[in-house]
């Protein structure tokens, strides 16, 4: 007995020692993402102190968990001044009025001057912009260059049913035995990501631009990039791995696939020796067409907010500008910097042109298809409404039975879009 | 009889063995994977044993904790091994805490005849009836207000709210097994209740008391919900923030994470281990002979 | 159970005691829990969600009975009850049978025992990639094995469809929630005294009268304590739900948990969230209540 008590006592005597340990406080900007190079951020934060005299300190959070932390750090009165923010729930940020628009502060229109339109929709929500990009890009499709080869397929598909015939043909000639992978897993940045892509590659859209459900219509471009899918699960040319699975693209490095539309970031990875037993052999293409479409994606942006617990907002404006604009000597030094150094895809229009951002991203992805397929992106202003994230939530359940062939997609499209109705006409949309 | 005992010590060892691959195995194989090449994991079929043995991450998170900022490796591998300090602290100060109040309490639920004796034991449990999900916002709220957030003190006290309904339920159901005879026998010499508890019941209670003990200790080092909403910066994190901190969003290092999920392992094992020979105590089995 | 010698000294009534005795726990817990327990009833008779700011109203039960008449709250019920179920009597069975083998002697017993504690302490997000890992339909460990061993004959995507997602998410949940109940049984082991064993084996007591007649009427407290807490943790889950499925695929695995948790944090309709919550709080409080009463007091009769 005697034994067990000095033990819990030295416990708790040598953790009130290690607790007890002086907090540190801070009173420069806080600025708060996901950990992702934290080192180089806190940098970039040094030059930002030097450039203006503003102290800022970088409190970054588990990336899986950041929404769900920055939710609880909103409601209860958030200590950060500036966040990271991914464009699938900006609206939703906006609407509680959590993150501030810029619009109208000073040098904002100089600055969004510099960006595409598609870029700046996405950070927009009823009207205002609410920050500057962080990093952004479209979806692409990689493929695997040794397995077409193996299969004796000599260029990459440009129609979806050009796809699943090379699939086929991959698949008879032994190389791998599902080549199609697709994320189709519930989530955000999964399901509906994937079905937005192969609708727009279909000449479609979810919503006109006065948010009217089109997905459900029949023979609607989502009916048929849905049955493609459905059928092509049946045929065991989609890997099932695609409804489980939350990082598919490790599997493009493990050798077992040949296609996957993939954000397109992921292809520095999937050819970096180091990580990928395929490196060298991971190819970008146009996202294939359908109905005489040549493609068709998604963009996607990352962006810097000002939140509502910003104290100093002009230090707060200056911070943002800072990371996702152009420093005091007038360069957009941050997005290079990612650019150049981690192949974060950029927006600002004279990145396009650096002949250096150019040579160093083109180890790993062809630039100029790249910068080809952001034209095919569509807009997307639905995804910018508030309730957005109520009917996702709610979609991916009935979209997966579609999928799996346990439900009949009538009943659920009409239900669906009869959701979605409902939550619009709620909202006054 | 020889051969009955060989036959038993049989049985016991491949039980055992089925025990130690069902457990231990998937976490051998974390292990094997935190010595390898990041491509490495991916290979078809698995590749079993590291080869060569790649000691990087290991490396990187003792070298960040000793050095600091000078040893150039990653921000997470840095404040790693620093987090185990909140940790520690959390998890002891939580079970011995929980330990020491739980066993009080369960001590009148246990052997004491009064009225809402039934509402005081489901009262307890009830509070731990409706998930932490929906009572987190609130609790960040209030921590918030009253300036508790971003401090470890404040993850003791909910980590023990939470975890001392558990204790105090399994301590009443134990003191329960504890003969009536030998308290009798302690009151008729003239012992009050608390000496009662003090002299007779406590010490007959060492396997439950430690079971209660390991219990809190590995849940509340192992809570991560709390822990992630209530800190604001690293003075604060304690080792599941900064195990998750290495899921970073873009390239993802998977053997990272794993090494640091073994790395963590390792303190809540130690606890376990110094702790739990007190459940095997033969105390009162022998103090019932007499 | 009561003790049968009468009040020795002066003393405080039985209830005085209790309070006295009870008072730091109550406390500890009431000062934690009462206020953001208060503010989740408060939320859960209120429309309120955060994305539309200014229009928070009382709506008294509107909430409870939106949920108990819309099967986004039965079916998730079901799914919860389905894995609560196979959990338990998962856990129950493979940790009884541990905790049986950990309480005979034999050399290395500690290591064993030490071991076993092991998935319980591996970090939760650690614990996700481990069993994507196990499972992955491509490179898995259990793919592997299993063809290896002969039982399937091509790889599977193990969480892709029913039953089979449901039964490794519980295989999963049990690996990781088997080492506390087995500590909880092998405490509750290690009070039955050897000598009763002793004249039963005296008595010419098989292994299985042994265990039938002595172990499990004396084990019952424990594990009536053991099985009231699996079922509370099991009906609660959610973790593993979040990084092993999501709720898919096509909503086989969306248990309560799951939709508080998307109510709450995705939508940010607090009063849903909150209001779902209570249910199923009060479900498991119920159940509670009723296995302890079977349980637990036929033990003291």
Redesign the interface.
């Known amino acids: 007995m005697h034994r067990i008590k000095s033990l819990f006592l030295l416990l708790t005597v040598l953790s009130l020692l290690v607790g007890g340990v002086a907090l540190a406080q801070d009173d420069g900007l806080k600025l708060t993402g996901w950990p992702y190079e934290v080192d180089v951020v806190t940098e970039n934060l040094g030059r930002f102190t030097d450039q203006t005299g503003h102290d800022a300190v970088f409190l970054p959070f588990p990336s899986n968990e950041y929404r769900d932390k920055m939710v609880a750090s909103f409601v209860a009165g958030t200590e950060f001044d500036v966040a990271y923010v991914r464009d699938s729930y900006l609206a939703e940020w906006a609407a509680a009025g959590w993150i501030l628009p810029i619009s109208g502060l000073e040098g904002a229109d100089e600055l969004l001057a510099d960006l595409p339109q598609g870029i700046i929709d996405q950070m927009s929500y009823e009207g205002e912009v609410y920050g500057l990009p962080y990093y952004s890009g479209t979806q692409v499709l990689a493929y695997n260059q040794a397995h077409l080869d193996g299969a004796g397929v000599m260029s990459p598909p440009e129609t979806w049913d050009e796809m699943a015939e090379q699939a086929q043909a991959i698949k008879d000639a032994g190389v791998v035995e599902h080549p199609i992978l697709m994320e189709l897993r519930s989530g955000e940045n999964y399901l509906l990501r994937s079905l937005e892509i192969i609708t727009a590659a279909h000449g479609g859209r979810f919503f006109d631009e006065n948010y009217n459900p089109e997905f459900h219509l029949p023979d609607s471009p989502f009916r048929q990039g849905l049955e493609w899918i459905k059928t092509n699960l049946e045929a065991g040319l989609i890997d099932p791995a695609s409804l489980t699975n939350a990082e598919v693209d490790t599997l493009m490095m493990a050798g077992t696939n040949s296609f996957m539309a993939t954000t397109d970031y992921t292809l520095k990875a999937m050819n970096d020796p180091e990580q990928s037993n395929e490196a060298g052999n991971i190819k970008n293409a146009l996202i294939p067409g359908a109905n005489d479409q040549r493609s068709g994606t998604i963009g996607y942006v990352r962006l810097y907010s000002i939140t509502n617990g910003a104290e100093d907002m002009d230090a707060a404006w200056q911070l943002v500008q800072f990371l996702g604009g152009k420093d005091a000597t007038g360069v957009y030094y941050v997005p290079k910097r990612w650019a150049l150094e981690f192949g974060l895809g950029f927006s600002p229009a004279p990145l396009y042109e650096d002949e250096e951002v150019r040579n160093s991203i083109s180890g790993w992805i062809d630039p100029d298809l790249l910068n080809e397929q952001g034209n095919y992106a569509i807009s997307r202003a639905y995804r910018f409404v508030p309730f957005f994230s109520d009917w996702e939530i709610g979609s991916w359940g009935p979209l997966q039975a579609i999928i799996l062939g346990e439900a009949d997609p009538d009943d659920v499209l009409n239900e669906l879009a009869e959701e979605w109705i409902e939550l619009k006409e709620d909202w006054g949309y | 009889m020889q051969q009955r005992a060989r036959l038993r010590l049989a049985v016991i060892y491949i039980g055992a063995a089925a025990v130690l691959l069902g457990t231990v195995g998937p976490f051998l194989w974390l292990v094997s994977s935190s010595f390898q090449y990041e491509r490495q994991l991916l290979n078809i079929p698995p590749q079993w044993l590291p080869n060569p043995i790649v000691l990087d991450s290991y490396r990187e998170i003792f070298e960040g904790a000793v050095l600091g900022e000078e040893s150039g490796v990653p921000y997470q591998s840095r404040i790693f091994l620093r987090s185990f300090a909140n940790s520690f602290f959390v998890a002891g100060s939580v079970a011995a805490i929980a330990v020491l109040v739980g066993a009080y309490a369960a001590y009148p639920l246990a052997r004491l005849t009064f009225r809402g004796r039934s509402v005081l034991l489901f009262g307890i449990l009830a509070s731990r009836m409706i998930p932490a999900l929906s009572l987190a916002i609130p609790i960040v709220l209030v921590a918030k207000r009253i300036g508790m957030s971003d401090k470890i003190v404040t993850l003791v006290f909910i980590n023990l709210s939470f975890i001392l309904p558990y204790v105090i339920w399994l301590l009443q159901s134990y003191f329960k097994t504890i003969p009536i005879e030998l308290e009798d026998a302690g009151r008729i010499d003239g012992c009050s209740r608390l000496q009662v508890v003090h002299k007779i019941i406590l010490p007959l209670s060492l396997p439950g008391l430690t079971s209660a003990g390991i219990l809190a200790f590995l849940l509340t080092w192992g809570e991560f919900l709390f822990a992630l909403l209530l800190s604001e910066t690293p003075a604060s994190y304690t080792s599941t923030v900064v195990v998750s901190l290495f899921a970073t969003d873009v390239d993802v290092s998977f053997v990272s994470i794993i090494t640091a999920g073994v790395v963590s392992v390792i303190p809540p094992i130690g606890f376990a281990l110094i702790f739990q020979r007190f459940i095997i105590s033969g105390l009162l089995s022998g103090s019932l002979k007499g | ?5 009468a009040e ?2 002066k ?1 405080l ?3 005085m ?2 309070i006295f ?2 008072a ?3 406390l ?2 009431a ?3 009462l ?3 208060g ?2 009833v408060f ?1 859960s008779l209120h429309n309120w969600n ?4 200014g229009r928070e109203r009382f709506i008294g039960l509107e909430n409870y009975t939106d949920w108990l008449t819309d099967s ?1 709250f039965w079916e998730p019920l079901r799914t919860t009850f389905t894995f609560a179920i196979g959990a338990v009597i998962l856990i129950l069975a493979i940790s009884l ?2 905790a049986l ?1 950990l309480n ?1 002697k ?1 050399p ?3 290591v ?15 614990n996700a ?2 069993w ?10 259990i793919n ?1 094995v299993f ?1 290896e061993l002969r039982l399937i004959d ?2 599977q ?5 029913m039953p089979g ?1 449901m039964i490794w998410l519980v295989i999963a949940y049990s ?1 990781i929630h ?3 109940a087995t ?2 049984l ?3 082991l ?2 039955i ?3 009763i064993y002793e004249s039963a084996i005296v008595d010419g007591a098989s292994v299985w009268q042994r265990f039938a007649f002595i172990t499990l009427p ?1 084990l019952r ?2 594990l ?2 053991v099985i ?2 699996e079922m ?1 943790f099991a009906l ?1 889950v ?1 973790d593993i739900i979040f ?1 092993l ?7 086989a695995t ?1 248990v309560l ?1 799951w939709t ?3 109510e ?7 009063g849903a ?2 209001s779902i ?2 249910l ?3 479900i ?2 119920a159940l ?2 009723l296995f ?1 009463v079977f349980l ?1 007091k036929g033990v003291e009769q």
């Open positions: 159970m009561q003790s049968k010698i020795t000294r003393e009534p039985q209830g005691l209790a005795f009870s730091p726990a109550v500890i817990i000062a934690t829990i206020v953001p327990f503010m989740a939320l955060l994305k539309r700011p986004d049978l541990i083998l005979e034999f290395g017993r500690g064993v025992r030490a071991m076993l504690l092991v998935p319980w302490a591996i970090p939760s997000v650690v990639l481990l994507k890992w196990l499972l992955d339909p491509n490179y898995g460990l592997a063809l091509s790889y995507a193990w969480l892709g469809n997602v690996w088997i080492p506390l500590l909880l092998l405490s509750g290690q009070t005294p050897g000598d004396l407290p424990m009536s304590i009231i807490f509370i609660k959610f990084v499925t999501a709720g898919g695929p096509a909503d969306n948990g508080i948790y998307t709450t944090f995705r939508k940010l309709d607090f969230g909150s919550a209570m199923l709080g009060a498991t409080l509670a209540i302890y637990d």
